[in-house]
């Protein structure tokens, strides 16, 4: 292989290129943005003047994936692991409080924790486990766990609609499963909540991009892909708007682009065509006075907002399965997320702070069992050409650690 030209820039074309120039391969990165980091980013907001990321990512310590990318870019200083292991929440129809702290190891985590939701016991959680270990590829969480049940309310609800970014009882059970496994059933070690103080872009994208001009990686911002020519049976040529592009023999492509580029570009039949929103608020507080900070975060039940996280004056709230919310104006939406906020963070003031709304349409496929199908794998038509990106089957749901392990798994391909 001579040179690698990987299309696009966000997490999975990041980690392509990064597998492949440790390779010692020759790699031109290329994107239509002006910048790297898709849509996991930070950037300065001129109204609340403080870093906020695009939308708030919670990484445990089993996205191993991630982790590493972060450590091959030098950047393991930049971010925090809350240990012991806890996740707090609270419901807001009751006021109850609790936190789930997974066990110390994988036979304690299969068979108790330190602290697991009221009313939920070791049998009911050791039952859901096996029956979503046992689900079939078509199944959905609400044909394989209890609804009706506490359990499911209290852990398997907030969890699946976190990790799947739908309803979740419509969500694909064998994502969620690939979640619980490679965390909460690999024990506390895995399951350790991983914050980034000070940006998403300062602790993985930053470092990630430097690390490949370090090595020689030729970045090329503002350079969107139009057309991949093909004979027999490779890529040969890739037309850019501002560059003409021929393949030599021993050259390969990553093509790492959102799930509608590369369909049109590679005339896919048949690919993931149905997206899930991701709202985001963030509210510039008063002072700092709200979460713990050795845990600034809180699951939420019984309201609207799902998940806050705090960060000095900052609460950024995340709303999964967003596409109910596309509609709502900022100035209602805001105000309704903002009772709850106040609530969890015991702060008493009416109106809602200075805020900003950030809407990402298209965050994730939507992840039901029946688009889950439609995922395909890094191979393509072209034997010089693997895809990458969160939306391929990677055996995990459409998340960073997901793309993440796309851009490996591309690299891979062509690496033989």
């Excluded at 939920?120 to 609400?142: H, I, N, T, W």
């Excluded at 506490?150 to 990790?163: G, M, N, Q, S, T």
């Excluded at 090595?215 to 057309?227: M, N």
């Amino acid at each position: 292989m001579t040179r690698v030209h990987v299309v696009g820039a966000g997490i999975a074309g990041l980690a392509a290129a990064e597998r492949l120039s440790a390779a010692g391969k020759r790699v031109v990165l290329h994107d239509s943005a002006k910048r790297a980091g898709g849509r996991c980013r930070s950037y300065h907001d001129a109204h609340l003047d403080r870093v906020i990321d695009n939308g708030s990512h919670l990484i445990l310590t089993g996205n191993r994936t991630v982790l590493d990318l972060i450590a091959a870019a030098g950047a393991r200083d930049r971010i925090r692991e809350i240990r012991p292991a806890r996740f707090p929440f609270l419901d807001l129809a009751t006021g109850a409080r609790w936190q789930l702290a997974p066990a110390a190891t994988r036979l304690g985590a299969l068979l108790g924790y330190s602290a697991l939701p009221p009313e939920v016991g070791l049998v009911a959680l050791a039952r859901d486990m096996a029956r979503l270990a046992l689900a079939k590829p078509g199944a959905s969480v609400g044909e394989v766990l209890d609804t009706r049940r506490p359990a499911y309310r209290r852990l398997w609800e907030p969890l699946a609609l976190a990790a799947l970014n739908v309803a979740a009882e419509t969500g694909t059970a064998r994502g969620l499963w690939a979640v619980v496994r490679e965390t909460l059933v690999a024990g506390e070690a895995a399951s350790r909540p991983v914050l980034a103080p000070g940006g998403l872009s300062h602790a993985l994208i930053e470092p990630l991009a430097g690390l490949l001009q370090t090595r020689g990686v030729d970045i090329r911002f503002a350079s969107r892909l139009r057309t991949i020519e093909g004979a027999d049976g490779r890529a040969s040529h890739l037309r850019f708007t501002d560059d003409d592009v021929a393949l030599d023999p021993g050259d390969a492509v990553v093509l790492a682009a959102p799930p509608a580029v590369a369909a049109d570009l590679m005339a896919m039949s048949s690919y993931p065509d149905a997206f899930s929103a991701i709202v985001n608020l963030h509210y510039r507080l008063p002072d700092a006075r709200g979460l713990d900070p050795d845990v600034p975060f809180v699951g939420l039940l019984g309201g609207t907002a799902e998940w806050i996280f705090q960060r000095g004056d900052v609460a950024s709230i995340t709303l999964s399965d967003g596409n109910r919310f596309l509609e709502q104006d900022d100035e209602t939406l805001a105000g309704t997320i903002w009772r709850d906020v106040a609530r969890a963070l015991g702060r008493t003031e009416a109106a809602p702070p200075p805020y900003r709304i950030v809407k990402e349409r298209r965050a994730t496929i939507v992840q039901t069992p029946a688009m889950e199908a439609r995922r395909p794998g890094p191979r393509t038509r072209f034997d010089n050409l693997a895809l990458a990106g969160d939306w391929t089957d990677t055996g995990v749901p459409a998340t960073i650690e997901g793309a993440a392990r796309s851009g490996r798994r591309a690299a891979d391909l062509l690496l033989g």
